[in-house]
């Protein structure tokens, strides 16, 4: 272990697994340990560095806005944060954003939205939020309650109260919780990230967002780990078809920069009034200037670009020795090996190549902008570890 590891282990409380490397530079794709040794990002920082490491752009549109002022208050107007607001309605033809500074405070928003809409127009004991089984919506208290898999809740209890579980693909049990409870919203991922990169059916999804829309219950998707370009769309659900009342997003937004969003459609765009929420580095001026200079680059030539690297990224794994079987959409790609993915990590790791797991799958989320020829090499190299 370096000095570096030896520090963290003693003073950083133990909440993560760490591997044995230190990154300490990059650039793009490719990436430095403190030993000087190179590797490949297939993970970038699960999905957050969506144009890679140190990105010109994304660097010149931080050092530009820290030069002028890095942070104000939301008693004042800043110019990036009206910027970003108006480039994420335009792309989704949505009305409002709150900012915030995380995936889990942008679920947070939403659950809040969806409740207080429905308390205005049903009654308060229409509270209760429907998530789904298997799902993972963030780490503090509510949306850990939203979050479907009981082996996060067990030692945190007692977790917020009013949020029920569906079966994943199982419209009958979506209906039939809405039927049992006093529903508010239905949240959702398209794309089950953290559960193991599992694609929602189609038709589920159409289905549950046709009945919230008939039943005025709030329609939510959290696309914090979906958006922002990772699938070949702007968000996930513009694959599906449907029209959320809210959409959540975070990871990718800023590139690497902590900000969060919850996108709020005509229906909800004005249920939050002065004093309902706030947050002290919402819509940070630093943050929103490095997501503008993400958002304002997802465009058609870079969504066909992700689907074409994706199909490249499936086709070479598809059928590949050692592979069971692979799933996920544009850049965010699951990989179902023989042996164990946390196995198939490591040996990746020695060989230079930086990858995650999701459940029992090797997970990949490389930048947006990989280039061909370093994505190529980088799948050549978990071919012949999942082959060992
Ligand atoms: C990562 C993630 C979150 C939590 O985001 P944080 O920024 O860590 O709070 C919520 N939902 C999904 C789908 C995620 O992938």
């Given amino acids: 272990m370096s000095d570096i590891q030896i520090k963290d282990k003693e003073y950083i409380a133990g909440t993560y697994a760490r591997f044995p490397v230190t990154i300490v530079k990059g650039k793009g794709s490719v990436v430095y340990d403190e ?81 207080k809409y429905a308390a205005e127009k049903k009654g308060a004991e229409y509270s209760t939020i429907i998530t789904l089984k298997n799902s993972f919506h963030g780490r503090t208290l509510t949306t850990l309650s939203a979050t479907g898999q009981d082996h996060y809740h067990e030692l945190f209890q007692p977790l917020t109260p009013g949020f029920v579980h569906a079966e994943a693909n199982n419209f009958d049990d979506v209906k039939r919780l809405c039927e049992e409870n006093k529903v508010a919203g239905i949240l959702i991922e398209c794309i089950q990230g953290e559960g193991g990169v599992n694609v929602l059916d189609a038709d589920f999804v159409k289905k549950t967002a046709e009945y919230a829309k008939e039943n005025d219950i709030v329609m939510m998707v959290d696309e914090v780990q979906t958006g922002n370009g990772r699938t ?88 590949a020795k050692g592979v069971v079987s692979v799933s996920g959409m544009g850049l965010m790609i699951g990989i179902k090996t023989e042996k164990s993915a946390s196995d198939i990590v490591k040996k990746c790791i020695e060989k230079g190549v930086l990858c995650l797991t999701a459940k029992d799958k090797v997970r990949l989320l490389p930048s947006l902008n990989i280039p061909m020829d370093v994505l190529s090499e980088a799948v050549e190299i978990i071919k012949s570890v999942c082959s060992e």
Wanted: net charge negative; hydrophobic share 40%; with cysteine.
């Fill in 35 to 115: 030993n000087g040794k190179r590797y490949i990002d297939m993970g970038s920082g699960i999905g957050v560095t969506a144009f890679g490491v140190a990105d010109d752009e994304w660097q010149k549109a931080v050092n530009e806005q820290i030069s002028m002022v890095q942070h104000m208050s939301n008693l004042y107007y800043t110019e990036p944060c009206a910027r970003l607001a108006e480039m994420l309605c335009k792309k989704t033809s949505m009305k409002k954003v709150f900012f915030g500074n995380s995936g889990a405070e942008a679920n947070e928003c939403a659950i809040k939205v969806a409740r």
């Fill in 232 to 319: 070949g769309e702007m968000y996930a659900y513009m694959n599906f078809g449907i029209e959320p009342d809210v959409v959540t997003t975070a990871k990718g937004l800023g590139g690497g920069l902590p900000i969060g969003a919850a996108i709020l459609g005509e229906k909800v765009q004005n249920v939050l009034g002065f004093g309902d929420h706030g947050s002290t580095y919402g819509g940070n001026p630093v943050c929103c200037a490095a997501a503008c200079s993400i958002v304002s680059r997802i465009d058609e030539a870079l969504m066909a670009s992700v689907k074409e690297k994706s199909k490249f990224v499936f086709d070479s794994l598809n059928g």
